[in-house]
């Protein structure tokens, strides 16, 4: 079973890749199939195409005239079938014209195009026939790895060999010879869907004939046995990342040795990975079990209903890719590294920002391609960090997340002492000092309750981030605009007394003082949760954090006491920028949350994203920050007109 031959004067593993993967011409094809199936067959028609194109013509030359001529061959069949299977358009419906997407194919053959530009244009015709016609590229429930290797031993080791090698007597009979699936050349470019396709169609004239006896479900068993076949000599190795079972379906091993590569994995060590990867993943429940890999899951799913013309559907699965697979992951890698959580929130605004401009399939696969290289990036930055964890690593990390979440807020505690004492109000910093002070308790709760009680989905947790965000940039709104626009220190005194003293200001710096502490403080849970929950030191942990909370403390003594050092006019103008500027970063951090949630829309534009400052390129976030800005702008030029000095009371005017 699945002999798969090569022609003689063909270098071996081009041929042997040729035969096991070339499509069936129309004597093979029964003009009484369904659409779906000559749909599929179809696909597996272009993706020989796209994958074999490389080996017949080179720098615009042909290279090999009889696989040229092969490929257009097959190219003319398909051509047929894309006629007798175009579908009617649904009344309203993006018009899908599958005979000009094989043309398009065509034509690009028969000119001698770039191999890349051949590779995209199947590429995209298969996108369409999946879609269209609802087509799966991957098996339904993880397969079985004994039922595979059973019915290799049936119907294919008389040709193939037991190790898959076609070393057998009766290969040596057979002219072609059958493919050897172990060889490197011919190994690295199969993938299961191709095989299992293979299986399902049989090879137009050889010895290869279609396997219609067997399901779907022992066509995907079988499938995966071959491609564990040249891994069997390889133990495999813990720590690769976890894939869906879809992505491993339809991914060659040389698709996955390079993006392991990229990940940052050693070389000497992808051998070992790839051996996990075909020998174990594909029979495991990873996703259910961790994040990332539900992450990848949901974004497969999310390329499959973009495909089938769900949008909305599509855009749900990628917000809940972030949400559920990527959000309790990421306290965790910012401990690792901030830059991957930052990267891979831009990749997920990318992708739905080419759903919401209407991009076709080839620039939502590309995107989708890209966050799943990043993601494996993250997973590999993980697990080398889980190798690492000591002691002190784990405290410095932990001092690390104190330091980072809680700059913030010590800085705006501090301007606010600062402010009370240099008005002369010093009996009113005990609002400030219990607004963090409850911000603290309520984050110790949050602690507990979120341990013991409930887990916190990534919608809920974002929600919360989010609102508290906005909340805190409401209230400092209030508190520092009007000390913007008075930059007069009698001016500045006199409001601080009439407000400050009062018990609604009272009660606002109470409330900026608690909900930026809180939102910190909600962070700096859900960090030690994920460092934690990694099996780190809890003393370490202890160490760090109470290291962190020192150098806190260090800041907001050094900022207060520098105020009564500083002249009241610079200190008053220095504290007033500090929590305008603080509120222009919440705004825009707490929008950016609720985005991430799904809950609010997002409209990229072209600039790096800068969450250090609160700064998310989205129009959104972009548009509320330039209106705070705008707003101190105007405060400043209002201020600015009536400190002009006028003419004396009284006097007249000069003479003319």
């Not at 699945?2 to 003689?8: G, Q, T």
Request: proline share 5%; glycine share 8%.
């Amino acid at each position: 079973m699945i002999v798969i031959f090569a022609r003689a004067r063909v270098l071996a593993v081009l041929v042997a890749a040729l035969l096991l993967l070339a499509a069936p011409r129309d004597a093979r094809a029964d003009y009484g199939d369904p659409p779906e199936v000559e749909a599929q067959r179809l696909v597996h028609v272009l993706g020989y195409v796209g994958a074999d194109y490389g080996g017949a013509v080179e720098a615009g030359a042909i290279k090999d005239e009889a696989e040229y001529k092969e490929q257009r061959d097959l190219l003319e069949d398909a051509a047929k079938m894309a006629a007798r299977i175009q579908p009617a358009q649904p009344a309203g419906a993006k018009p899908v014209d599958i005979p000009a997407l094989v043309g398009k194919v065509r034509t690009l053959v028969d000119s001698k195009a770039p191999e890349t530009e051949v590779a995209a244009a199947t590429s995209e015709a298969r996108a369409a026939l999946v879609g269209t016609f609802r087509l799966s590229e991957a098996p339904t429930a993880p397969p079985s790895a004994e039922r595979g290797k059973n019915l290799f031993s049936q119907h294919c080791v008389e040709c193939h060999g037991q190790t898959g090698r076609a070393d057998t007597p009766k290969a040596q009979t057979l002219t072609p010879r059958p493919a050897n699936f172990v060889s490197p050349e011919l190994g690295a470019t199969l993938t299961p869907f191709r095989v299992a396709s293979t299986v399902r169609f049989g090879v137009s004239g050889t010895a290869m004939v279609p396997f219609s006896q067997l399901t779907d479900a022992d066509r995907w068993d079988l499938a995966f046995y071959v491609l564990s076949l040249r891994h069997s000599d390889e133990k495999p190795a813990d720590g690769a990342p976890t894939y869906a079972l879809a992505e491993l379906a339809t991914r060659s091993d040389a698709s996955l040795e390079g993006e392991l590569l990229a990940a940052g994995v050693p070389k000497d060590r992808i051998s070992a990975m790839l051996s996990d990867l075909r020998r174990r993943a594909p029979y495991e429940e990873r996703a259910g079990r961790m994040p990332l890999a539900l992450a990848r899951a949901k974004l497969d799913r999310a390329r499959v209903l973009f495909a089938r013309g769900d949008v909305e559907g599509a855009r749900g699965q990628i917000i809940d890719s972030y949400l559920d697979g990527v959000e309790p992951v990421e306290s965790q890698l910012k401990s690792v590294d901030p830059a991957i959580v930052a990267g891979l929130e831009e990749r997920y605004m990318i992708l739905r920002a080419s759903l919401d401009k209407g991009e076709g399939a080839p620039a939502v696969t590309a995107a989708i391609g890209a966050l799943l290289s990043d993601l494996s990036k993250a997973e590999s930055a993980l697990v080398e960090q889980q190798k690492q964890t000591g002691f002190v690593s784990t405290a410095i990390s932990s001092a690390g997340i104190v330091v980072r979440e809680g700059v913030e807020a010590a800085l705006l505690i501090a301007a606010l002492l600062g402010l009370a004492a240099q008005a002369g109000l010093k009996d009113k910093r005990r609002y400030v000092h219990a607004g963090w002070a409850h911000a603290l308790v309520l984050g110790a709760i949050t602690f507990v309750v979120s341990l013991k009680l409930v887990t916190l989905s990534g919608a809920r947790r974002e929600l919360i981030e989010g609102v508290t965000a906005l909340l805190a940039t409401a209230v400092l709104f209030y508190v520092s605009y009007s000390l913007l626009a008075k930059r007069e220190v009698a001016r500045w005194m006199r409001f601080l007394k009439e407000q400050i003293s009062p018990r609604k200001a009272a009660l606002s710096l109470f409330g900026v003082s608690l909900l930026a502490a809180y939102r910190e403080a909600f962070e700096t849970v859900l960090f030690y949760q994920a460092l934690l929950a990694s099996s780190s030191s809890v003393l370490a942990a202890v160490v760090g954090a109470a290291a962190g909370a020192v150098l806190l403390v260090v800041i907001v003594l050094a900022y207060t006491r520098a105020g009564r050092f500083a002249p009241p006019q610079v200190f008053f103008r220095i504290s007033s920028y500090l929590l305008y500027g603080l509120a222009v970063v919440f705004v825009g951090q707490g929008i950016a949350a609720l985005q991430v949630a799904g809950v609010a829309p997002a409209h990229r534009i072209g600039l790096p994203s800068l969450p250090a400052i609160g700064f998310h390129p989205t129009i959104e976030t972009v548009s509320a920050q330039l209106l705070l800005l705008g707003l101190a702008l105007v405060a400043l030029l209002v201020n600015n007109k009536r400190a002009e000095p006028g003419p004396p009371v009284g006097a007249k005017p000069a003479a003319s």
